[in-house]
């Protein structure tokens, strides 16, 4: 055993820290209203953070602005606790003049940035806060056609503030054919824009099979998702999560119905520790260069 430094146990050491103190992640979901985020943030995380809605009327009472609401909830699974965060951005893109509607959701994520770097600053560090927002869903509608302009203009603003995971909402309202050529018209619209989204790294170092695993998810996004928080009947008389339709029924938990169970994997299983990393080594970090750098320090 000469020349056993014994970094390889590194990863178990880390995450056996991680599973005494708990996990906190935090999610920003942002997309137009209707498009099935509060469902999907129920769906994603087994639990009830938003009252069930048969459906969604638009109101008469029309709120002038984005409002942020951040709902917490404790997910325990396994001994393992999670401290799961949801920032819900209602009234994106419901504006007669939607020009600004990114920009609450900056300042937001700026001020949580801030919060941080208020921290970081005193003197006792020793109790840390990481409000930082991890990861932000941004819901596609899925109209088949590409991007519209709302899409391009959030995404432009906020893509060095924060990982954005691309997804087509309510993919069921889509054909397989449909959805492959609608993936691969958004994947173009955002090169073309140059909006750099969430990239998953790969490690040459990593088994063959996880090799394979991440490939799989990263080769889904932008994810094609169907949301619902209660269950139906197959017929065959099993009873799963998912949409009724006349010609069947689509599970939200079965791979080949929807990329559901991969955007999943992602988030808590293969990448969150990455999501927050990326986040607090580069975008917080360049954030707090060039505040500091702004303010002559
Ligand atoms: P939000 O305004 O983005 O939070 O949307 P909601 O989650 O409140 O959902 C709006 C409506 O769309 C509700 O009637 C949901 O049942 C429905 N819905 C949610 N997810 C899906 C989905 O994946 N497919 C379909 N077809 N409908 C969905
Ligand atoms: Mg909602």
């Given at each position: 055993l000469q020349g056993y430094v014994g970094f390889a146990n590194l990863p178990n050491q880390v995450h056996r820290k991680s599973v005494k103190k708990g996990f906190h992640f935090t999610v920003m979901i942002v997309g137009e209203s209707g498009l099935g985020k509060s469902t999907l943030v129920n769906t994603l995380f087994g639990t009830t953070l938003y009252p069930k809605k048969d459906n969604v009327e638009p109101t008469d009472e029309t709120p002038k602005t984005v409002e942020i609401q951040s709902l917490s909830a404790e997910i325990e699974e396994n001994g393992v606790k999670l401290r799961l965060t949801v920032v819900d951005t209602p009234g994106f893109g419901d504006f007669v003049n939607n020009e600004e509607s990114w920009k609450p959701i900056l300042d937001n994520i700026e001020a949580r940035f801030d919060a941080y770097l208020e921290q970081e600053n005193r003197?006792?560090?020793?109790?840390m806060v990481d409000n930082r927002v991890h990861a932000c869903i941004y819901f596609i509608a899925p109209t088949g056609h590409s991007l519209k302009p709302l899409d391009v203009e959030f995404m432009r603003r906020l893509h060095t503030k924060v990982n954005l995971i691309p997804v087509i909402a309510k993919s069921d309202t889509l054909t397989e054919d449909e959805i492959k050529q609608f993936k691969q018209r958004i994947l173009d619209d955002i090169k073309f824009h140059n909006i750099q989204i969430y990239q998953a790294p790969q490690y040459e170092y990593d088994d063959p099979e996880t090799i394979a695993e991440n490939k799989e998810i990263i080769n889904k996004i932008p994810f094609a998702i169907v949301g619902s928080d209660r269950e139906v009947e197959r017929d065959d008389g099993k009873k799963v999560r998912g949409r009724k339709y006349p010609w069947g029924v689509i599970e939200v938990d079965n791979p080949d119905h929807c990329d559901f169970v991969k955007l999943r994997q992602m988030l808590i299983r293969t990448h969150m520790e990455e999501l927050k990393e990326y986040t607090s080594d580069v975008l917080y970090e360049n954030y707090r260069s060039e505040k500091l750098e702004s303010m002559g320090v």
């Open positions: 003197v006792n560090r020793r109790k």
